[in-house]
């Protein structure tokens, strides 16, 4: 950390985050508590070395890495809110910084640094975590490059478990784009480094899964697979050597877990798990054969502030002390001058307040006259001095500002500077001013003010033009956006519209469209994206109830039998209907009802004696109508409704019988 670096404390970059303690320190960047003073939020603040800032490269790399890893929303990832270039201290200097999520905690070095080995099932859980925020990571095209216990976080949740979360994504690709020869800029930690990053500095998402499988042995461990009196001592053993098991050092450790590690630190990268999601699939089935559930993860207090780096121990990093500014001269400085004759050369002041011994007798008219010319001469003098003294401190030192306002930003630095004053220009929106013209100032014209002080310029850019915000953005980068063009976001989830292409929570569009003209202060609906569409439910009726739980559960509905009704087409058993009915738009995961069909098939009693039949009909729930006059022996000639009809419980079935 240079020097200056150690005096951020108070400041405030980019005219809204406000930089409060030192958190940590580290080869390319400094990291701070902070509040976000627009939002009201606490936040963390990384500030790069300023080495890093002024190699355009770097600038160009770090833009791009900080955009990726903003759009990870993972709940082990660390947000990322903002980026940017803070030039406060001057062009010259400029400060690279990331505005991150503030997590309120340690990390797993402090972990291992406490309990020195982690249990199996505490080790696998923190595992499992960084690797569930790795798989986000690669499933969204970004590699972290750079995973060791520094980078993983240990905050503590809303229930006072902890929680891991993984930091720092991307940033060693951005500083190793400075083409630096710095090792600890280049190459991130050696030790958790993959054989290719060392070789090739190449890395891919099997290069993360090779650090974490560092990481895992670490923390079953205690200790890294490869020491060394020297970085290159242990890079060459990276590429060199195959990482050990890790019950060489812990026996007892179970051999599903060496076998992972193992197969995770593969010199050959293409015999690892191909990203950290395979990676997670793999440790997740050795848990559970094991029989190891995860574990709560124990919160560790976070570090102490590091300590300034002393004067002499930071010479290569320090900044210069910028040269005295000399005090004003001339007619604007402040100037005592004489009041009365306290203030004049004794020997003036004498002559005004006592008469010379000639004086005192006779003397000539010449000789009285001489002495009144000068004491004249120099009463007026005096006035004269007052006066002007008078003047300048009540109106001469102050001017007019003159009226800029229609001016181009020329014409308004030269009228300005006629006057003496110092413009500053500030740009903003306007409805009707066009863009390039000046607004207003401040002060405003006509205003009296001292020569030489600043007199803010606004010039219009014209009017607001709704951003282009890339679809899948997040909410709060379409709402920075808006803001800087002096327009008002809205959201409302009345306007949020489903999509197969837009993850859920993200923004779709902005209503007006992009590049439509508004006026400053204008309303800009985000839109945002429900997710997928809700998914239509299916026909089931006619099929039993079996098929039709299998087809609805198959389409990601919970069904559930919803009660009986009668169907003349659906033989009984199987679905008449649902509801929601079939091809309504239901969100996965809602219930469905099931209506099965209480139909009853009429049997056919034509050729039975009329007592068996009967029985018959009475059994299958309906009744009997015509069989009441009989003889002896008799049988049913002819039925209705007819054999084969599906009819309603209850139905009565007319039978005609002989004799």
């Known amino acids: 950390m240079t020097r200056t670096e150690t005096s951020l404390a108070g400041a405030l970059l980019d005219r809204r985050y406000r930089v409060g303690d030192l958190?940590?320190?580290?080869?390319?960047?400094?990291?701070?508590r902070g509040v976000d003073t627009r939002l009201d939020r606490p936040v963390a603040i990384k500030v790069m070395d300023p080495r890093l800032a002024g190699d355009r490269s770097f600038v160009d790399r770090f833009e791009r890495e900080a955009r990726s890893a903003a759009r990870l929303h993972h709940p082990n990832v660390v947000a990322v809110h903002d980026q940017g270039f803070d030039t406060s201290a001057g062009t010259d200097n400029p400060r690279a910084f990331l505005v991150m999520e503030l997590v309120a905690g340690g990390t797993l070095r402090d972990l291992l640094t406490e309990r020195g080995r982690l249990d199996v099932p505490l080790a696998l859980t923190v595992a499992e975590q960084v690797l569930s925020a790795l798989a986000a990571a690669h499933e969204?095209?970004?590699?972290?490059?750079?995973?060791?216990?520094?980078?993983?976080?240990?905050?503590?949740?809303?229930?006072?478990?902890?929680?891991?979360k993984v930091a720092d994504?991307?940033?060693?690709?951005?500083a190793a784009s400075t083409g630096t020869t710095s090792?600890?800029?280049?190459?991130?930690?050696?030790?958790?480094?993959?054989?290719?990053q060392v070789a090739t500095g190449a890395s891919s998402a099997r290069s993360d899964v090779y650090s974490t499988g560092i990481l895992?042995?670490?923390?079953?461990?205690?200790?890294?697979?490869?020491?060394?009196?020297?970085?290159?001592?242990?890079?060459?053993?990276?590429?060199?050597?195959?990482?050990?098991?890790?019950?060489?050092?812990?026996?007892?450790?179970?051999?599903?877990?060496?076998?992972?590690?193992?197969?995770?630190?593969?010199?050959?990268?293409t015999t690892r798990p191909t990203d950290a999601g395979t990676f997670l699939a793999e440790l997740k089935d050795v848990r559970a054969r094991l029989g190891l559930q995860p574990t709560p993860v124990p919160t560790v207090a976070p570090p102490r502030a590091p300590e300034p780096v002393p004067p002499e121990t930071d010479s290569e990093l320090t900044v210069p002390a910028l040269p005295s500014v000399p005090s004003e001269a001339g007619p604007r400085g402040t100037r005592a001058l004489p009041r009365g004759t306290q203030a004049l050369p004794r020997h003036v002041a004498e002559q005004i307040e006592r008469p010379t011994t000639e004086e005192a007798g006779p003397a000539s008219p010449a000789r009285r006259r001489t002495p009144l010319a000068v004491i004249a001469l120099v009463v007026l003098l005096v006035?004269?001095?007052?006066?002007?003294?008078?003047?300048?401190?009540?109106?001469g030192r102050y001017v007019d500002v003159p009226s800029v306002a229609g001016m181009s930003r020329e014409e308004a630095e030269a009228a300005l500077r006629q006057a003496e004053l110092t413009p500053v220009f500030a740009e903003e929106r306007h409805n009707t001013t066009p863009a390039g013209t000046v607004i207003r100032s401040d002060p405003e014209s006509g205003a009296s003010v001292l020569q030489g002080d600043e007199v803010t310029v606004f010039v219009s850019l014209g009017k607001p033009?709704?951003?282009?915000?890339?679809?899948?953005?997040?909410?709060?980068?379409?709402?920075?956006?808006?803001?800087?063009?002096?327009?008002?976001?809205?959201?409302?989830?009345?306007t949020d519209e489903y999509s197969n292409e837009v993850p859920e929570g993200a923004v779709i569009t902005l209503k007006p469209q992009p590049g439509s003209q508004a006026n400053v202060g204008d309303t800009v609906t985000i839109v945002r994206s429900k997710g997928p569409p809700p998914t239509p439910v299916p026909d089931v009726t006619g099929q039993s109830v079996e098929e039709a739980f299998q087809a609805l559960r198959d389409a990601g509905f919970e069904p559930y039998e919803a009660g009986k009704e009668f169907s003349a087409d659906v033989p009984a058993g199987h679905v008449v209907r649902t509801e929601p009915a079939r091809g309504s738009t239901v969100e996965q995961g809602n219930r469905v009802g099931v209506f099965v069909s209480n139909a009853v098939e009429v049997p056919s009693v034509i050729g039975r004696r009329t007592e068996k039949a009967v029985e018959i009909l009475r059994d299958a729930g309906l009744e009997v109508s015509g069989a009441e006059v009989r003889g002896p022996i008799s049988?049913?000639?002819?039925?209705?409704?007819?054999?084969?009809?599906?009819?309603e419980p209850g139905t009565t079935i007319n039978l005609t019988v002989l004799p």
Not at 145 to 158: H, M, S
Not at 169 to 174: E, N, P, T, Y
Not at 183 to 196: D, K
């Open 23 to 32: 958190i940590a320190r580290g080869g390319m960047s400094s990291v701070y």
């Open 140 to 164: 969204a095209g970004l590699v972290h490059r750079d995973i060791k216990p520094e980078n993983v976080l240990i905050g503590t949740g809303a229930g006072g478990e902890g929680v891991v």
């Open 169 to 174: 994504f991307g940033l060693v690709r951005a």
């Open 183 to 196: 090792s600890s800029l280049i190459l991130g930690t050696v030790a958790y480094l993959s054989p290719e």
């Open 216 to 269: 895992l042995y670490e923390m079953l461990t205690g200790e890294v697979p490869y020491r060394g009196d020297t970085a290159l001592s242990v890079a060459y053993r990276h590429v060199n050597d195959d990482v050990p098991a890790p019950s060489t050092v812990v026996p007892d450790l179970p051999p599903a877990l060496d076998e992972l590690v193992v197969r995770a630190t593969r010199r050959e990268e």
């Open 383 to 395: 006035l004269g001095g007052v006066g002007a003294g008078v003047w300048w401190f009540s109106n």
């Open 465 to 494: 033009v709704v951003p282009d915000v890339r679809a899948g953005a997040s909410v709060e980068e379409a709402e920075r956006a808006i803001e800087a063009v002096q327009l008002k976001p809205h959201v409302s989830p009345e």
């Open 635 to 647: 049988f049913v000639i002819e039925q209705s409704p007819r054999s084969g009809e599906l009819v």
